[in-house]
């Protein structure tokens, strides 16, 4: 099972970014993915979650500008992020859990700044 997330970059204040996160060797279809983001010198922080029912969950410092959904034909989940800010910043990666174990793909940068 490999997890590659993508979609990174940089954003101005009030941007959008949409980020990925593609697996192999396992189908996402009915499978809780969660996204986690960690801030230069702060821990790594649960941003969103998308639960093998369909139900999502955020944070409280993104919810209403972040939506956590999922494309089972390209075996994908995505981040859709809106409204960026600053203190979004940070390195993201998605997180799938699949027979007991926690599946993590490798990291992407997201920069907002103007």
């Known amino acids: 099972v490999q997890l590659q997330a993508s979609g990174g970059g940089l954003a101005q204040p009030g941007g959008s970014l949409r980020l990925s996160c593609t697996a192999s060797g396992v189908s996402i279809n009915n499978k809780p993915v969660m996204w986690y983001r960690q801030a230069p010198g702060e821990q790594r922080e649960w941003v969103a979650r998308r639960a093998s029912n369909g139900y999502t969950e955020y944070a409280e410092s993104v919810k209403g500008r972040f939506a956590i959904s999922r494309d089972n034909a390209k075996n994908t989940v995505y981040l859709q992020m809106n409204s960026l800010k600053a203190e979004d910043t940070a390195v993201y990666s998605c997180?799938?859990?699949?027979?007991?174990?926690?599946?993590w793909g490798q990291g992407t940068l997201v920069t907002v700044s103007s």
């Open positions: 997180k799938l859990y699949y027979w007991g174990r926690d599946y």
